[in-house]
């Protein structure tokens, strides 16, 4: 499936979004798109008369105490505060970031006041619809966690998983990313890919086939693993692509948008709610999709 077969569906009017620090043309731009199209209701969070002017430039004053409710905060600390009493409370099930530090909000999403984190590692977890490719594939991790461990590459997995699932993927196709094929104790990222590509299927919380260590080209493409002569189910058909670090999962992220014309949406997972967290250079497209992303993907 490609984004425009993905992100369709009686689901997405269900969605309510939490947004702290939303007074940004960047950040408000998408999200009257979506309210437009798909009639969700947006909680803004921020100061209150700059969203009513911004709104009114936007043409889309018009919407507030119906689909746009605005929430008054001062500072960022505030913003946070007040966003994420949001979701705690059940009114908003997804949170999106605005013009706020990442780390203040992210601080205030591990609170355990909120009850959004459990036992769950938070990963960022990135959907790439690509012009030159026959469905829409995940990447992971390419934002979030550096050099992750064995077990937190597992929970890497699972966040994936979760998400395919959600979106509908019957048995994933999941591609241990490395530098080479063949397990070599020169790399380390081929080990941590041997041992989770044969740990037991109950061991991850949905059904899938998970093969590695698969160079990039054998994992999205059937034809490269035939001549390198590598039997591979996953090979060519991949849903799931995992970084062994957060340099090759980023640095393969950026080439997939700005050299392969990929379309993107991202999200971390492994909270309670998605959560949106686009960065400045995100496009107006990119943040719209993140969105759909989340929706399709809340609870």
């Known amino acids: 499936m490609n984004f425009d077969e993905i992100f369709i569906g009686d689901k997405n009017k269900m969605t309510a979004l939490s947004v702290c ?44 105490g119906q689909k746009i409710i605005i929430h008054h905060a001062a500072d ?59 469905k829409a594939v995940f990447l992971s991790d390419a934002g979030m966690n550096i050099a992750p461990t064995l077990e937190q590459k597992k929970q890497i997995v699972d966040n994936a998983l979760a998400c395919a ?19 070599t104790d020169k790399m380390p990222s081929t080990i941590d890919a041997e041992m989770l590509s044969q740990f037991d299927a109950k061991n991850y919380k949905f059904d899938s086939t998970i093969e590695g260590p698969l160079q990039f080209d054998v994992a999205i493409s059937e034809e490269a693993a035939r001549h390198k002569g590598i039997s591979s189910q996953v090979a ?7 970084a062994p670090n957060i340099e090759a999962g980023n640095i393969l992220y ?13 999200v971390i997972t492994g909270a309670k709610v998605p959560i949106v967290l686009t960065s400045r250079a995100d496009s107006a497209e990119d943040r719209y999709n993140s969105i759909n992303l989340a929706m399709m993907i809340s609870k």
């Not at 408000?28 to 979506?34: C, D, G, Q, T």
């Not at 970031?97 to 977890?125: A, M």
């Not at 950026?254 to 991202?266: D, I």
């Open 21 to 64: 620090r939303a007074a940004d043309p960047e950040v408000l731009n998408p999200l009257i798109r979506i309210i437009e199209e798909k009639g969700i209701v947006c909680h803004l969070v921020d100061d209150r008369e700059k969203l009513k002017s911004m709104l009114q430039a936007f043409g889309a004053d018009h919407m507030v």
């Open 76 to 134: 960022n600390g505030e913003a946070a505060a007040v966003s994420l009493g949001l979701i705690a409370s059940g009114e908003a099930n997804v949170l999106m970031k605005g013009l706020i530090p990442t780390s203040i909000l992210l601080k205030e999403v591990l609170k355990k006041e909120y009850g959004l984190i459990h036992n769950r590692l938070l990963s960022h977890l990135a959907l790439f619809d690509m012009p030159n490719y026959h």
């Open 165 to 183: 699932h959600e979106l509908g993927v019957g048995r994933p196709k999941v591609a241990l990313l490395s530098a080479v094929d063949k397990v």
């Open 236 to 242: 060519g058909d991949v849903d799931i692509l995992i």
């Open 254 to 266: 950026k080439s997939l948008v700005y050299s392969a014309g990929a379309r993107v949406a991202s």
